[in-house]
């Protein structure tokens, strides 16, 4: 018994995908019918998916950046209240959520008045903290 050369594999993979690849007549590729209103003799409409809005505009997601910071711990306990009284209030609200509201009150803030909020604060050593045992 001979193993099947590979002149003669080629042409019989070919003709097992030609049967497999759908042609004109194949039920895949074929548009369906439109049915008659027996009334009206007229085409009734086949039933189509709602078109998107192509004229808006799609909105740009934006970057998001990933970033590590310090603070005192009560000052992070006082975030985790905030977020606690939000949250009791019916406000679903993330931490990160509400230091972006801080920030963007910051950016509203003339600069001698960001400059009075940062001579409040305790000074905090920059980089991670040391590991406790």
Do not use: H, N
């Not at 027996?38 to 970057?63: G, Y």
Request: glycine share 2%; hydrophobic share 40%; net charge positive.
């Amino acid at each position: 018994m001979a193993l099947p050369t590979r002149k003669t594999a080629v042409p019989r993979q070919k003709k097992v995908l030609a049967a497999l690849s759908p042609t004109v007549a194949s039920p895949e590729v074929m548009l369906p019918e439109v049915a008659l209103d027996q009334e009206t003799a007229r085409p009734v409409a086949p039933v189509t998916e709602k078109k998107k809005d192509k004229d808006k505009p799609k909105a740009k997601k934006q970057k998001l950046v990933r970033d590590s910071f310090t603070m005192p711990e009560a000052e992070y306990e006082a975030l985790a209240e905030m977020k606690k009284a939000c949250i009791k209030a019916g406000v679903a609200v993330k931490k990160s959520e509400l230091l972006r509201v801080a920030v963007s009150l910051l950016r509203k803030m003339e600069v001698a008045q960001i400059q009075q909020a940062l001579g409040t604060l305790t000074p905090v050593k920059a980089g991670r903290p040391s590991k406790q045992k």
